[in-house]
């Protein structure tokens, strides 16, 4: 079964505006990544959280992660039509010591 | 550049063949994967190589077989091709494996593979 599952699976919003993507997972987790991956190419990392941390910032974006809540979101501010792109969050489990990835938020900006 | 590269891009291939998909990594990682990304975006672990040596390797049939022959390559060989092997199968690595990943995974741009 997934790890991880995004919400919402689509979300369509005009340039300027902010983005909000959650990633809610199942077991407790060693860090959570979010990756982008834009059509046709493949996914570029864009930022690791551990678990001991609760916010992660880096340019535009913000992770917050809640592990009571085992959930995650990634927030695009003032977002672009270059942002245009499928979200993923992966997982690390203690004992899986694998990178399990979530289902993915299909984000669209329009100019 | 310095970058993940899997040839070719496309595969288009009838049932029952063989073929290869080609990965190489320059960035001097220790640690390649392959994934597989169904049509529904699910992207899944097959197999990972950590300094040539496999570490993961999933419940994949084994009709499929990774081959590195050195740490900065790591080919993916597929038997008799089946209908449900169409997907998109992607190229990755790592710096190092710790298990809890806190080298960030760097990808290729993914083979296309349709199998008719």
């Known amino acids: 079964s997934q790890q991880g599952e995004e919400d919402p699976q689509a979300l369509s919003i005009q340039e300027g505006e902010n983005a909000t993507m959650n990633c809610s997972y199942k077991?407790?987790?060693?860090?959570l990544q979010w990756y982008r991956q834009n059509s046709g190419r493949g996914l570029v990392h864009l930022i690791l959280?551990?678990?001991?941390?609760r916010e992660k910032h880096s340019g535009r974006l913000r992770v917050t992660l809640d592990t009571s809540k085992k959930s995650s979101s990634l927030l695009i501010t003032a977002s672009r039509a270059a942002d245009t792109a499928s979200y993923f969050c992966?997982?690390?489990?203690?004992?899986?010591?694998?990178?399990?990835f979530g289902t993915g938020t299909r984000l669209q900006v329009t100019l | 550049d310095t970058a993940v590269s899997q040839t070719p891009k496309y595969l288009v291939t009838q049932m029952g063949n063989d073929k290869s998909i080609k990965c190489e990594q320059n960035?001097?990682?220790?640690?390649m994967y392959w994934y597989k990304q169904d049509s529904k975006k699910f992207l899944k672990i097959m197999f990972s190589?950590?300094?040539?040596?496999?570490?993961i390797n999933e419940t994949v049939p084994n009709r499929f077989s990774p081959k590195s022959p050195d740490k900065a390559h790591l080919n993916l060989h597929i038997n008799s091709l089946e209908l449900g092997d169409s997907a998109v199968y992607f190229c990755?690595?790592?710096?190092?494996?710790?298990?809890?990943?806190?080298?960030?995974?760097?990808f290729g741009n993914g083979t296309r593979l349709t199998v008719t």
């Open positions: 992966a997982t690390v489990t203690g004992t899986a010591s694998k990178l399990t």
């Open positions: 190589y950590n300094n040539k040596e496999l570490i």
């Open positions: 959280i551990r678990s001991n941390e």
């Open positions: 960035l001097g990682h220790d640690t």
């Open positions: 077991t407790s987790i060693n860090n």
């Open positions: 990755a690595s790592s710096q190092e494996f710790t298990g809890s990943y806190n080298s960030p995974l760097h």
